[in-house]
């Protein structure tokens, strides 16, 4: 009896996906929670498993077409053909023993997915516990092995990239700690070499022109796509404006070098700027909490929490993963939970969860140069907070003429019910917070 294997549901928002590569072809035997598609949603990429075992006889769809929820993906034949394969892993899926301190490990199947992240991250699999079906290893599995694994090679080479980040970022004021401190990893592992070199979503398609000149034409992936609707949505929904000022970096700065050692021994993390400014936005919105706030129909919803949204440039495009409850974390706490999304962000391990029902974004063009910018809004979030570049000025203090180390920041709001004055006394209450580090932890 023929079996079906329909696009599963990916989360409310999600309806639609594009198939971003097939694992399997037709002919091939699967296993049962064996992947055979991986799927590109707007946020992230989902692995189709088959519920059971069989044998593919046809792909439903090609490689790049849209499909919506309960699409049939595949048909597989009857189970039968596939019984020796969910019984023991075949010898493609099973990799050779792995010893330590002279005992024998195996390698249970993992999907392609999980092996090339493995590879990419040099993490041996059989210290992998696998979750899927009959101990399979997912991606999930590899992801969270490196994330919580102290000696994963792939966390030494973080931590490595951190330090030389941090101290390049001392020479400068400029600190990349806060979101970019991870080495680029593939966000969507690829099963082969090939596929790597040109995926299916990023097909180039040779372009006529008249004038003889090279051109190439690049397929937009579907959360390029996203990103350009939603931006271009966000100005034309809301009236958005952006207000500016600047901020004294030095008390900061000179608190950051006086405890960095010990911060960094006592809770194994870099004391980043991005604690700093969270703490002093969460302190502005309890000031002004319509900028924590949405409107829904002809109604504005106030939040009485603080959902804090940290731009992260990935390879596939801007992401917005959401730091929970920032009020009630810690610094320390708040440097680890962003390091952690930023790595998964790099890795495209996040989950839908992680991205959607921030109330208030900050993103940081400093750490790319950027000296002063007009972030667009994160919708239906209503104020965006922009930092950039850390630079030493000359300023007029007390009636001399000093040098600072600046930094210029922005506040993109929107109009319709948030009012000029409360933007730029807002942003005047993170300017206070931020040069009077004291009054910074009792309001943060």
Not at 25 to 39: F, I, R
Request: proline share 5%.
């Amino acid at each position: 009896m023929p079996i079906e294997i329909r696009v599963p549901q990916m989360g409310e928002s999600v309806t639609e996906a594009t198939i971003l590569r097939w694992l399997k072809k037709e002919g091939d035997t699967v296993a049962a929670g064996e992947a055979v598609a991986e799927l590109e949603t707007d946020k992230v990429n989902v692995e189709v498993p088959a519920d059971t075992g069989g044998t593919i006889q046809k792909l439903s769809h090609a490689e790049g077409d849209t499909v919506a929820v309960g699409d049939v993906l595949a048909i597989m034949g009857d189970a039968s053909a596939a019984v020796a394969a969910e019984a023991a892993p075949v010898a493609a899926e099973t990799a050779p023993a792995s010893s330590r301190n002279g005992e024998t490990a195996h390698i249970g199947a993992a999907s392609p997915l999980a092996r090339t992240l493995a590879e990419d991250a040099k993490v041996d699999l059989s210290l992998v516990k696998g979750s899927g079906p009959s101990g399979r290893i997912t991606k999930d599995d590899v992801a969270n092995f490196i994330e919580h694994t102290s000696d994963a090679p792939a966390i030494s080479a973080t931590l490595t990239a951190q330090t030389a980040t941090a101290q390049a970022a001392e020479r400068s004021n400029q600190s990349a700690a806060e979101y970019d401190t991870c080495p680029p990893i593939r966000p969507t592992p690829l099963a082969t070499k090939q596929e790597a070199a040109q995926p299916a979503a990023q097909t180039v398609i040779p372009a006529a022109s008249q004038s003889g000149r090279p051109e190439e034409r690049v397929k937009m992936s579907r959360r390029r796509q996203t990103i350009a609707t939603r931006l271009v949505e966000a100005q034309h929904t809301a009236a958005m404006l952006t207000t500016f000022n600047e901020m004294d970096m030095t008390a900061v700065m000179a608190l950051r070098a006086k405890r960095k050692d010990s911060f960094k021994e006592k809770n194994g993390i870099g004391l980043g700027f991005m604690s700093f400014f969270t703490k002093a936005t969460i302190g502005a919105l309890k000031s002004f909490p319509l900028l924590n706030a949405e409107i829904q129909g002809q109604e504005i919803v106030k939040k009485g929490y603080y959902d804090i949204g940290i731009a992260v440039g990935a390879e596939e495009g801007l992401v917005v993963p959401v730091v929970r409850d920032a009020d009630r974390k810690t610094f320390a706490e708040i440097e680890k939970t962003i390091a952690d999304l930023a790595a998964r962000a790099r890795a495209n391990t996040l989950t839908l969860p992680d991205l959607t029902g921030g109330t208030f974004t900050i993103t940081n063009g400093g750490v790319f140069g950027s000296l002063l910018s007009t972030p667009i809004l994160n919708g239906p979030q209503v104020g965006i907070l922009g930092l950039h570049k850390i630079e030493e000025r000359p300023i007029a203090r007390n009636g001399e003429v000093v040098i600072k180390p600046m930094m210029y920041v922005a506040l993109s709001y929107d109009h319709r019910i948030v009012d000029g004055s409360e933007a730029v006394r807002f942003l005047v209450k993170i300017k206070e917070l931020i040069e009077d580090p004291e009054a910074l932890l009792l309001e943060g």
